[in-house]
């Protein structure tokens, strides 16, 4: 990179840490300058002063809330912040603390709504959307309090503005920046020829980085505001530092390595350059600055090359280029305009090998264990997110380190790559189906496989391919129609299928509603049909066999809601990865056929007997399927025999009727005589 990275706008916006007004639109735009008499704030209204001062040095300012390499000034500044987070920038605060500066008139301030990089040419930030027309300080304004009310004393060097209707908005939106001189004259060029370097600005509570541009807000409570801007009197002279990192040997990572020198303003001086980059820094040439590599491990220094671009610049008092074959601390000479540059190259001193995961069929977490020749590495896992996308195993999510930090003492060296699968499960169970180290396949062992290493240094990307397998289930269903029963099914894998000489299962439901499916449950067999492995399955449902008074018919078998024309009593089933669960929904419907009714009439002397039977129709009660098939019980013999008891009863009065009217022949009736007494 070439600069440093700037905090986002939302990052440097909550780090003021106060609560802010809501604001109220107003209209009106009024300037106070010297000589206007100064009038109370109208309600409603949000003013900022902004004041500007000139300090003989970089050391007489005072720095912002955070010292990093975000600052802008060609120099490090002096004392550290007064100032607390979210406590308003305050007259009270910067006067005692900035002794040395004094006012700076005619001096301009531009407000935006954003930030929009730098200006070319510079390094300074500039605001986005500028608006005009520029602010300009004059001698003196009146000084007002926080709620924009006189105090009766002034303030030289600085300009009050009343913020329009839009620009209150853009407050309360925290779109409303500011920053020091304009977007294409951030020095004041125009008024002070060559004559101000850039220092600090801080605003209303933005106080934490030391760039040009801060943002303007209003603490609740509060309706005036005020921002400092403080430039020093040196005439500018900046040069660029470009510090970069190359390796002799590229690995699977690109770490970072540290620095530390005068030329960061992070606190120690500390810094960090990752491998394939550059880091820069435009600096003052009237002092030196200086840098040097911190150790890494796992890398050596090979060399440091320093070249000035206008041959100006000095490297430990040599003239460029120059090069430094130890790690010491180099001294720049910074020369005014120039890019000074120094290339560090290192090596990598240890077997680099990068373990990779990948999985197909899910994903999941998966430990590794590296051995490698002086013995076990730390421990490491690898977490796929997606199949068949590689994940590194590091030893830890939080700071991962990927690589083996050992360089063999003897060559060739093995190292021993194992992993930990997770349990098998209802759900399944993982296995190792691939292996290869820089694409070359290997035949994967159980979890363990061993890398062999020939040269040093040597850089090795081995990758574990891990495939899951789901566990497959059958679940059956029986339902009746017109009768209940009993049925049997039996399961017999085919060739496919891997459950080997295992005794298979039958199982067997039992409807007791017409309608109402049942679930089929084991009755014998080594394994059931909850855990089975992929593959062809045969299901043969014994009978129906036929019963007396009526007949049994298979109805289509539905499997995961497919259904398929019936054959006698079976259908094939195929577990897959993609569909490991299929229920099967068998349906047989009974018919019922009334046998024909058989009339016999009897003749004695003195009646004649009809009787009436329907053969079977006792029977039938007795009488279920044999060899396993489907037995009609309880309500299947419920026709026949009402039928016979209604015949018989029927019978039964006949005969009565009979016998009644022979006992009428039979009886001799007498005959009445009127003369008998009563």
Request: proline share 9%; charged share 10%; hydrophobic share 35%.
């Amino acid at each position: 990179m070439d600069r440093p990275r700037r905090r986002t706008r939302t990052s440097r916006i909550r780090t003021a840490g106060i609560a802010l007004l809501a604001l109220a639109p107003i209209a009106a735009v009024v300037t106070l300058a010297g000589g206007t008499p100064a009038r109370a704030a109208t309600p409603g209204t949000y003013l900022v002063t902004l004041v500007a001062r000139s300090c003989p040095t970089y050391q007489d300012i005072t720095a912002n809330l955070a010292r990093n390499n975000i600052q802008e000034s060609l120099q490090d500044l002096g004392a550290d912040t007064a100032y607390t987070a979210g406590q308003p920038i305050s007259p009270s605060v910067e006067t005692p603390h900035q002794p040395n500066c004094t006012p700076l008139p005619n001096w301009q301030f531009q407000f935006g709504n954003g930030i929009n990089g730098q200006t070319p040419g510079t390094n300074l930030s500039r605001v986005a959307n500028p608006q005009s027309p520029p602010l300009t300080t004059v001698a003196s304004v009146p000084l007002l309090d926080t709620n924009g009310n006189p105090t009766g004393s002034t303030i030289a060097g600085a300009v009050t503005t009343t913020l329009t209707s839009s620009q209150v908005t853009q407050a309360a939106n925290h779109n409303l920046w500011i920053q020091g001189g304009t977007t294409t004259d951030p020095l004041g060029n125009t008024a002070h020829p060559n004559q101000y370097a850039f220092g600090a600005l801080r605003c209303a509570i933005d106080n934490l980085n030391g760039d040009n541009v801060e943002w303007v807000g209003f603490p609740t409570g509060q309706s005036h505001v005020f921002c400092y801007y403080y430039a020093v009197a040196l005439p500018p002279a900046p040069g660029t530092i470009r510090i970069s990192k190359v390796l002799t040997s590229a690995g699977v990572s690109t770490p970072t390595f540290p620095f530390t020198g005068t030329v960061s303003y992070n606190p120690g001086g500390a810094f960090d350059v990752q491998a394939g980059s550059s880091i820069s820094f435009t600096r003052d040439s009237n002092v030196n600055w200086n840098f040097q590599e911190q150790g890494t491990p796992g890398y050596s220094f090979t060399s440091a090359v320093c070249t000035s671009q206008n041959g100006q610049s000095t490297f430990n008092n040599q003239t460029a280029p120059v090069t430094f074959n130890t790690n010491v601390l180099v001294d720049v000479n910074l020369a005014p305009g120039d890019l000074a540059s120094c290339i560090y190259t290192n090596a990598r001193n240890v077997v680099d090998l990068t373990v990779l995961k990948q999985t197909i069929g899910g994903v999941g977490t998966f430990p590794i264990a590296v051995t490698t020749p002086s013995g076990p590495a730390p421990a490491r896992s690898a977490t796929t997110t997606a199949e068949g996308v590689p994940a590194e195993a590091c030893t830890s999510d939080v700071v991962p380190v990927c690589d083996v930090v050992d360089n063999p003492a003897t060559l060739p060296a093995t190292y021993t790559v194992a992993e930990t699968l997770p349990a098998t499960t209802g759900a399944g169970s993982w296995a190792v189906s691939a292996f290869d180290c820089n694409g070359v396949a290997q035949t994967p062992a159980l979890v363990s496989m061993a890398v062999t290493v020939t040269t040093p240094n040597e850089n090795l990307a081995c990758t574990f391919t891990n495939t899951f397998t789901p566990t497959g289930s059958i679940t059956l269903t029986k339902t009746t129609t017109g009768a209940t029963g009993t049925t049997e099914f039996s399961i017999v894998p085919t060739a496919s299928s891997g459950q080997g000489d295992m005794a298979d299962p039958v199982y067997s439901a039992t409807t007791t509603q017409p309608g109402v499916p049942a679930t089929a449950t084991k009755v014998s067999g080594d394994y059931g049909l909850d855990s089975l492995d992929l593959g062809q399955y045969s299901i043969v449902e014994s009978g129906p066999s036929n019963v007396p008074g009526g007949t049994w018919s298979p109805r289509p078998i539905t499997c995961n809601g497919t259904s398929t024309s019936p054959t006698p009593s079976d259908v094939l089933v195929t577990l897959t990865a993609a569909d490991p669960h299929v229920t099967c929904a068998f349906t047989n419907a009974f018919t019922a056929t009334p046998p024909p009714a058989t009339t016999t009439t009897t003749t004695t002397a003195p009646a004649t007997t009809t009787s009436t039977t329907v053969p079977g129709a006792v029977a039938a009660a007795d009488t279920g399927a044999s060899g396993g098939g489907l037995a009609m019980t309880g309500e299947d013999v419920r026709l026949p025999l009402g039928i016979a008891v209604v015949l018989a009863v029927s019978g039964a009065a006949l005969l009565a009727v009979d016998r009644a009217r022979r006992r009428r022949r039979l009886v001799p009736v007498p005959v009445r005589d009127d003369r008998s007494p009563r």
